[in-house]
C-alpha cells in the first residue's frame, strides 16, 4: 500500500513539475532585456564557468600525472613519497572545490564520480602519510588506477574527449584486412 502511495505522490510531483516547465517556456522575454544566457536562473555564463573549471581540472591533471608517472616504480624514496602526499592533498582541496562551485545536483552520476574522486585522493595521502608499513607501495599503485577509473569514468559520462586527436578516425578508411 506504501509503494502505491509513494508512486502516486512522485508522479503528481512529476506532472506539477512538466506542467509548471511547460508553462513558463510560453513566456517569451525580449532579448535585449536579458543580460546574459542564464540570467534568469541566476548562474553565470558557460564560457566563464568552462574556463575556471578547466584550469582547476588542469591542477588536478598536472597533480595525477605526477603520481602516474612512478606508479611503475618498484620502491619511492622520501622525495617521491612527499610528491605522492602533495599530490593526493592537492586533488583533495581542489576536487572539494570543484564539488562546492560546480556542484550538478540533477546528475547524479557526476556527483557520485567526483565524491569518489575525492575520497581516492584523501586515500592516496592516507597511504602516503604511512609510507612505512607493508604493502603501501601497492596500495598507491592501487589508488593511482583508482583514480584513473574514476576520472575515465566521469569524462565518459560527460562525453569529455582530453585527447580528441588521438581518437580522429577518416570515415572512408577502411581498417587493414588481417
Known sequence: MYKL???LCIFSIVI???KTNVESSDKNIPAEQLKGPDELIGEEPPEKEKSELALLMQDIDESYKAVEEMSGYYKYNK???KIILEA???ITKITKQVRIKFAKPDDWT???QMELMQVEAEKMAEIARNKDKDGTLEDQQWQVRRLRQTCAKCHKHLDIHIYPNLYKKNHTEKSPAP
Do not use: P, S, T, V
Open 110 to 112: 557526476y556527483e557520485e
Open 16 to 18: 506539477f513539475q512538466y
Open 88 to 90: 593526493g592533498e592537492n
Open 79 to 81: 622525495k617521491q613519497w
Open 5 to 7: 502511495l509513494i508512486a
